[in-house]
């Protein structure tokens, strides 16, 4: 009977208890009960030192450290003192143990032949990858490129991204790398922050069936940079045969690297030395360098890996993650946390649909996935394009479903665990940002309950906690802001060049007793559980398709263009990117708001950021809504774009919303 009466509950609550190895067919899992993560949590938390030293004792250290942890807030220097390198933890101690032959990476290329399978695969074992890696350092070097040189990676998804990233790695020449799908005004703004002198990229790439044309954009990047460019030499890649022109400073990478010696010692970095700079949108302004250092960040991301995946080396696991490598997922999920793991990483360079929205679960039935981790929207699209897709292939191998970048709907929850999971598999739906390095929020599979739509418990050394500005602890199930009450060894150094931003941005909102604590710019809530629920951010950032962006790059956009006087930039409800972006636009004397305006705006948005910055929906108004000091009433632009106030059911048609501002003044104060 009371039993009974439990199981209701969880019936109700949809809590679903993890199930063991067995029943995923894996190998036991590494935290196999909550007691078991419990104990490890509050051991990380109460005496971090001891909990990271411990972990630190299976990586290589040229020199070990002087101190695990020196923290001056908003400053820390973990494993101050220790020399390491990132790249030989990744690749060449796995050669050096005797697992050279291992797969490190899988790689699948886009293009598929007549019969519809891809016509490009490769699989590097460590030993491959470390000869690949050491000629392109040693071709780098040969640029001109020493430690310290910010090397910018402008790149498709092909095996040279991540052999270019570990390259820079090597040599201690921290790498900023773009994703393929930010435009050449978005290349240059970055080039130019991080005075970078070098571009590694491809002629092209592949992208549902056709190519992206990589260095055209970075062509145009260099010359609208004119005398101010710091590049002094671009590397190409040919991926497509795109015959991209060649300038003075281009140099063909299958030549140079041809050429070079395939002996290049990993340089002894200190802890602390830059490993990369990833630009992210922020709430003002141009998107931010976000600083990340060499020992912490590898600790951490290969820590959590193996934790939140369950990765076990040597038991026939492949691990993929669907990211891009320009985004912070790829960094941290398929590079950086997943080859010190010794866990074959695969990557695919094409959409999720190309030629046939099957091509992922085929990816997943011809590799024997065993760990898939994608983002909320691309569940949502999956759904949309029918059940019969996965249903045609062979998911069994799958022991870990992943999610993250946004909230995921409980709808897309349960259909990922039913007709992905076969109803069996955990999902680990992780929270975190390219500022946390690695996940700061996640079930682990085998120990934590999980509620579709919550990201549960914090991982090992994340002190987080729901608090107001004077990091008073919110009381169960009410609202307030996601926090970090200590430093963790992937936190983020810095914002590149700008100390002021960095400390205004996460450590001015939050303080208790003059401690600042991280705010992560997040509404957060945790239930009686324990769990947390991520409610959506603070700041102005919209979170569109699971990627990142600031309403403020998109306005700076649209008004760039000279039909444009006025344009203030909101989210809205999204079946499938989760978020939209909905722009009310004042169109300049001599401009009609109609439809090829809306053409023509929504392609000045990808031109200056990229295609995945287009507005969903562009409303034209004669004047934006706006409080008597001023202010653009954001709230009642997000209701009407939301359609909870209806103005006009045109969408292209002039309106002035000076009205319905007058009513809502009260509102938006
Ligand atoms: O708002 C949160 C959301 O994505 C933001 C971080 O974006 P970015 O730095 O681009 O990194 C995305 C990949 C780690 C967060 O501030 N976010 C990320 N993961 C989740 C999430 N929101 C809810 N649930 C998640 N699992």
């Given amino acids: 009977m009371a039993d009974q009466g439990i199981e209701s509950v969880l019936q109700e609550t949809r809590v679903f208890i993890p199930p063991s190895a067995k029943d995923v067919g894996g190998p036991e899992w590494l935290i196999s009960s909550l007691d078991q993560y419990n104990e490890m949590y509050k051991e990380s938390i109460d005496n971090p030192e001891a909990f990271w030293a411990k972990v630190a004792e299976d990586f290589h250290w040229f020199k070990k ?9 908003p400053d820390a220097k973990w494993f101050n003192g220790a020399k390491t390198n990132v790249c030989y933890n990744c690749v060449d101690r796995q050669v050096e143990s005797g697992h050279g032959d291992q797969p490190a990476i899988i790689w699948e290329g886009e293009p598929v032949g007549d019969n519809g399978s891809p016509v490009d695969q490769r699989t590097l074992s460590y030993k491959e990858l470390q000869t690949e890696v050491s000629k392109l350092a040693n071709a780098l070097k040969s640029k001109g490129i020493t430690k310290g040189d910010i090397v910018t990676i402008y ?20 790498h900023s790398v773009i994703f393929g799908g930010f435009s050449a005004q978005a290349i240059a703004d970055r080039v130019g922050d991080a005075k970078s002198k070098m571009i590694l990229t491809c002629d092209g790439s592949w992208r549902r069936g056709k190519v992206v044309e990589l260095k055209k954009n970075v062509d145009d990047a260099i010359e609208s940079m004119g005398n101010d460019s710091p590049v002094e030499s671009v590397l190409v890649l040919n991926r497509t045969n795109c015959g991209a022109p060649m300038h003075t400073i281009d140099s063909d990478w299958a030549t140079e690297t041809g050429a070079a010696s395939a002996d290049c010692p990993c340089e002894e970095l200190e802890s602390e030395d830059m490993l990369f700079l990833l630009y992210t949108s922020g709430s003002t302004g141009k998107p931010k360098g976000i600083v990340h250092t060499t020992a912490g960040y590898m600790l951490f991301t290969a820590t959590t890996a193996k934790y939140t995946f369950n990765l076990v080396p040597d038991t026939n696991q492949t691990f993929w993650c669907t990211a891009d490598c320009g985004w912070i997922t790829g960094h941290s999920y398929i590079v950086y946390g997943l080859l010190p793991n010794r866990v074959p990483t695969l990557m695919f360079e094409g959409g999720p649909d190309y030629p046939t929205p099957a091509r992922f679960w085929q990816i997943v039935d011809r590799y024997k996935v065993t760990q898939f981790y994608t983002a909320p929207t691309a569940i949502r699209a999956f759904m949309k394009w029918g059940d019969e897709h996965p249903a045609s292939c062979d998911l069994s191998s799958i022991q870990v479903l992943g999610t993250v970048g946004e909230p995921i709907n409980p709808e897309a929850w349960m259909w990922y665990r039913n007709k992905i999971g076969r109803g069996v598999c955990p999902i680990v739906d992780t929270y975190w940002q390219t ?3 690695g996940h700061v929020l996640t079930p682990l599979p085998g120990a934590t309950p999980t509620k579709p739509g919550s990201c549960t418990l914090p991982m090992f050394g994340i002190d987080a906690a729901v608090c107001d500005e004077a990091g008073n602890v919110a009381k169960e199930n009410v609202g307030g802001l996601m926090t970090i009450r200590k430093p963790w060894p992937a936190m983020l150094r810095g914002v590149y060049g700008d100390r002021q931003r960095y400390i205004d941005t996460y450590w001015s909102t939050v303080a208790k007793d003059g401690e600042p604590y991280y705010a992560a710019g997040d509404n957060t809530r945790r239930d009686e559980l324990g769990n947390f629920w991520i409610m959506g951010r603070t700041d102005d950032v919209i979170n569109v398709s699971g990627h990142r ?4 790059e998109v306005e700076s956009a649209l008004v760039s263009h000279e039909s444009v006087v006025e344009a203030a930039v909101v989210g809205m409800p999204h079946e499938i990117k989760g978020t939209g972006i909905a722009a009310f636009v004042t169109p300049a004397p001599g401009f009609e708001g109609d439809d090829d305006l809306i053409k023509t705006l929504r392609a000045h948005v990808a031109t200056e950021i990229g295609a995945i910055a287009k507005p969903d929906m562009i409303r034209f108004t004669n004047a934006l809504p706006k409080t008597r000091s001023g202010k653009i009433m954001r709230r ?4 009407i774009a939301a359609g909870d106030i209806n103005i ?22």
Avoid: Y
């Avoid at 450290?65 to 807030?73: G, H, K, P, Q, R």
């Avoid at 498709?156 to 990233?165: N, R, Y």
């Avoid at 962006?549 to 403020?552: D, I, Q, R, S």
């Fill in 65 to 73: 450290w002087d101190t695990v942890l020196e923290w001056n807030a």
């Fill in 155 to 174: 790149m498709g998804m092909v095996p040279e991204l991540a052999i270019a990233m570990l390259a820079c790695a090597r040599i201690g020449a921290p």
């Fill in 435 to 437: 500022e946390t390095g």
């Fill in 549 to 552: 962006l600031g309403t403020m």
């Fill in 636 to 639: 009642l632009l997000r209701s």
């Fill in 648 to 669: 006009t059911q045109d969408m292209s048609t002039l309106e002035d919303l000076s009205v319905v501002a007058k009513l809502s003044e009260k509102d938006e104060g």
